[in-house]
């Protein structure tokens, strides 16, 4: 390609609504230009990375026995409207981001932000026996997700670019199998990406399911906080993430006494104002619903915890809670249900309240907790003489420093972002719609059900933010729009253009993906683009070059270029681009 017939063109300044390094790169170098919050084209560079990505994805699903549709962005609302026979909430009751629309004839549609329900439609149609099992279909597919803060740049948008694979089997055990085949094969495709990254525990969140892992790629702009253990190895997103709570001595109950607390709202003000150990103390936090089954969820938990959210819908989830739209009690939610703000505690609450408690109240007594009047606490508080406990759940959240649930070693956190999330789903959604099998017996069984999700266009921006300096971004070969950058300079001198010209022939011949900066430009000009852009290798042919002996041949990362004679050029850059390959699957 030359760059002089390029549709795009770089920018010396950083656009002035910048979300991160992904976005102000991207924009800088002309791979992308925003449209609206959340919503960008892909210009030709851009696009390349894209089909690059692609690529290599249907590779590996199509290695994995996948075979690829293409499903709907536009369905019908009422599939997402279908309820379970547990009376649990709709699809669309679960999921805030949906797109809604109405055709012309006032028919309500909604536009996909994911596919299980019609890849289960299509799999009741098209497997009828134990014969036809397993199957494995996937799409990459533009999905819709009407985000209420897009950013991020392109790590969360309401537009995007995702590969999504489900697959189907007859039992726990090919279920297993075909989780595991997909496992290994997002392993290689992140590597051959040349992405840096991990596999760790997850929530499966509003879709649901059993085994969950998502792969985050380790980034200080990502979004996911997760915990590893250096010892044994374990990982999981601080939503899923399990950890040794500190067991606190038992005492001899004594009597509950209420002490003047004045102005402690806080569990550090009252720590501080009776000077106790902060696991010592209760700590209280309500939520309201759209379900109105109680006027107040009330979460309890040791005070030196924090309340993870996630693992709180999780917990509700497993006691056959079924909640929606839960969301922290307003103002007005507190005063309906006798809520004393920064005072309140479990003792005395009536059935109207639903009271979930951490496990980390399972040791220990005589704790401080809320007296439910203003400037008031209770000390000696103690399960089950004082409160009562609804239900029991882990829903506190993993920090750096607890000990691994496994090896008792201490876990550290991560920043990192989503590349891709795998799970169980199991019948679920074949209980939904009824998509059954006959098996060697000749009985109906639901079919099981996984789901396996990959960002595209967030793989492009997280490659970004992994690969830059100061200078621009510094593609892995994997996906880079092109492999070389050749700089032609002084074309308009001697035999320059002519030597140019020729070479760019013979690498495009050789097959090597080359741009080949044509342009009537500065030589700092060209540097400072050619760097913006990223490609990982750059070859600059200048008078300069074929007085010394030939063309400067340097990689993106590397400082200092090396002299390769004219003759041996084409040679020595495959071999370059073979070496780039192998040493960022490695």
């Not at 099992?133 to 799409?139: G, K, S, T």
């Not at 040349?194 to 929530?203: C, K, N, V």
């Not at 100061?470 to 950058?485: D, H, N, R, S």
């Amino acid at each position: 390609m030359r760059y002089s017939q390029l549709f795009t063109t770089t920018l010396r300044d950083a656009p002035r609504t910048s979300e991160g390094v992904n976005q102000e790169l991207l924009v800088r170098a002309g791979f992308v230009r925003q449209l609206t919050s959340g919503v960008y084209s892909m210009l030709p560079l851009g696009n390349r990375v894209i089909q690059k990505i692609s690529a290599l994805v249907r590779e590996e699903m199509d290695l994995a026995g996948g075979q690829e549709v293409t499903m709907p962005v536009i369905q019908p609302a009422d599939i997402w409207e279908t309820k379970p026979a547990n009376g649990g909430p709709s699809r669309a009751e679960s999921v805030d981001t949906l797109f809604h629309l109405e055709d012309r004839k006032g028919r309500a549609m909604v536009l996909g932000p994911t596919h299980e329900e019609i890849a289960t439609l299509l799999a009741q149609e098209f497997i009828r026996s134990y014969r036809d099992l397993p199957r494995l279909i996937y799409q990459i597919q533009v999905k819709l997700r009407d985000e209420p803060r897009p950013r991020g740049g392109l790590l969360r948008t309401r537009e995007f670019l995702m590969k999504d694979l489900y697959s189907f089997d007859a039992d726990a055990a090919g279920m297993d199998k075909s989780y595991q085949r997909m496992y290994e094969a997002y392993h290689a495709i992140f590597r051959r990406c040349g992405l840096r990254f991990i596999a760790i525990q997850a929530d499966s969140g509003a879709i649901g399911g059993k085994d969950s892992q998502e792969f985050i790629a380790l980034t200080d702009a990502g979004e996911d906080d997760a915990v590893q253990c250096t010892n044994c190895g374990y990982a999981a997103n601080t939503e899923k993430a399990e950890f040794v709570r500190e067991e606190l001595a038992g005492e001899a109950e004594a009597a509950l006494t209420e002490v003047y607390t004045p102005a402690c709202k806080t569990i550090s003000d009252l720590v501080a104002f009776l000077n106790v150990p902060v696991a010592k103390t209760i700590k209280v936090v309500c939520y309201g619903s759209g379900d109105k089954l109680y006027k107040l969820y009330m979460v309890v938990i040791r005070g030196d915890l924090e309340v993870n959210e996630v693992k709180l819908f999780s917990a509700l989830r497993q006691v056959d809670v079924q909640v929606s739209d839960l969301h922290l009690a307003t103002a007005e939610e507190l005063q309906h249900a006798g809520i004393i703000p920064g005072f309140t505690s479990p003792i005395g609450k009536g059935p109207e309240i639903f009271i979930l408690a951490d496990t980390s109240l399972k040791t220990g007594n005589n704790f401080v907790a809320g007296a439910n009047r203003v400037d008031y606490h209770l000390k000696n508080a103690n399960y089950p003489r004082d409160f009562r406990i609804d239900a029991w759940g882990d829903v506190a959240g993993a920090y750096d420093g607890a000990r691994c649930v496994q090896c008792g070693s201490r876990l550290h956190t991560l920043r990192g972002s989503e590349l891709g999330h795998i799970f169980k789903i199991g019948s679920r959604y074949s209980d939904l719609f009824g998509a059954t099998f006959l098996d060697t017996q000749g009985n109906e069984q639901p079919l099981l059900m996984a789901c396996y999700g990959m960002g595209i266009h967030r793989m492009m921006a997280i490659a970004v933010e992994q690969f830059h300096d100061e200078k621009g971004i510094i593609w892995p070969f994997g996906i880079a729009p092109y492999q070389l950058a050749l700089v032609g300079l002084d074309l308009d001198k001697g035999e320059n253009g002519q030597i140019a010209e020729q070479l760019y022939r013979d690498l495009h011949a050789a097959g090597v993906e080359v741009l080949f900066d044509d342009r009537a430009e500065s030589a700092g000009v060209k540097f400072n683009d050619a760097d913006l852009i990223g490609l990982p290798l750059r070859a600059v042919l200048s008078k300069r070059s074929i007085k010394n002996g030939g063309i400067e041949l340097k990689l993106r990362s590397q400082k200092e270029s090396r002299i390769v004679p004219l003759a041996e050029a084409v040679s020595v850059i495959l071999a370059e681009i073979q070496q780039g390959y192998a040493h960022q699957e490695s």
